[in-house]
């Protein structure tokens, strides 16, 4: 990839297709400023599930995850290597396919099944609405559908449906229960679908969504970001806090898109996929890996010329002044969240394979060096000085709330009990709890299940009068009408 990388831009048709009334474009992959730096963050992320796997190859199970894990990690390199709107596509139902299977496996009670389900429902009506969002906007040229031809009129459903697959628009969450995935097939089952959907957003125009509809989708978009680093800084359980770091992250890509700085977008992704491995991989770090993670997490902040700088820049574009204080106030959260989860995280044990103390520091070193050689090389305009006056008093109001829990311990406190805020101590839901079910879409899935039910109910009754004693003679008149009918048309 680090080759490649010199070759920028290559292109690769998979399937030439004849005449289509839908899509004239023909399946291709383009390796080029926009894909290769998510590519570089996933074959990584994949490279290192198989370097961390030795020591949990007990199983025939474990050897089964692992070849899941490399058949997803294929599909969203297709996905983000997508050279137009139909390889994506593609690329996206194919990957679903393979989560949702993963998932369904893994699913041990009712419940867990029916969440599944309910998870890749919004998925599969994000990719819908991608598709018609495509079509419609190609269709005045010809159906030959690009990434660059994409009108404002049918650009909002487009971001829309990347929003729903990320959980931005409606705030939901969009994955299943962490608690039967391990940490690497876990991180992957997580990164793989925001990669492949956040590369769109750095392809798309800057002029992609009308100026009227700009407003509201930032609102929408804000109220994401708020509450995700919110949630992410009071959750005790790093992997049920991990859902929220990814909401958090993707609603500040489409900032940056509502902002007029799509491409830009490609330094919170990337920050996004390598992050989240150095912190979500592994279960400890010892002194080497803690020294690594707490660089990375400078490289985040957006200093001057680091990985994040670019990022930075997008979030509180020139223009719109008015993201500076919920941007300041969310990234204090999320990087406040990073330093605790960093502070935290248990040594390694004595008594581990001895394969484990060479591969977790190697594998944290690779990571955390791809982070930054990547945001800094990755793509034109990658290095950039930032707002300097907008990361400094971040960075150091950051030191300052460490320093200031270290003397006092009140802000651990406030994190520790900040249990109360999601659920009551009889555990009813809390306040946060009780928003995000104001806002999310288990009211559309109650309604749903409830129309289900309906149509189930009414098929079961039919069943029962056709099979019941009288059913032949029922059989015989809808037989009957139905000639009718045939015969009144035709005449």
Known sequence: ??????????ALTLLKWSDSSIFNSSPALILDYSSWGFSFALVTLVLLIVLLSPGQMRSRAEVINLSGSLALGGLALVAVLAANPITLLLGWASMDFVELLIFTRRSEKVDQLRRTIRVYSSRVTGLILAFWAFVMGSRAIGFNTSFDNISPQVGVFLLISIGLRLGVFPLHLPFTVETNVRRGQGTLLRMAPAASALVVLSRLPSTTVAPGLEIWLSIFAAIALMYSSIRWLLEKDELL????????????????????S?????????????????????????????????IGLIN?????????????????AEGHF????PAFIALLFLVYGIADRIKSKPGMPPRQEQITYLVYPLSMLLLISSFIVTGL?????????????????????????IVWNYKTGIIDKFIHQGDSYIHTSSDAPGVLTMFQKAINLDWVYSIVQVILKGVNVSISRVESILEGQGGFLWAVLIFVLFLAFIQIRGG
């Open 1 to 10: 990839m680090l080759v490649l990388r010199l070759q920028l831009p290559s």
């Open 241 to 260: 806090a991990r859902p929220y770091w990814i909401i958090s992250l993707s609603a500040s890509a489409i900032i940056c898109v509502l902002t007029g």
């Open 262 to 294: 799509p491409f830009l977008s490609l330094s919170w992704g990337i920050s996004l996929v390598f992050l989240s491995s150095a912190l979500f991989l592994f279960d400890s770090y010892n002194r080497f890996m803690r020294i690594l993670a707490w």
């Open 300 to 316: 985040f902040i957006g200093l001057p010329f680091t990985a994040n700088s670019s990022g930075i820049q997008a979030l509180a």
């Open 322 to 325: 008015y993201w500076i204080i």
């Open 377 to 401: 090389f990755g793509w034109r305009g990658s290095r950039v000085e930032g707002i300097w006056w907008f990361t400094i008093p971040l960075f150091v109001t950051c030191i300052a709330l």
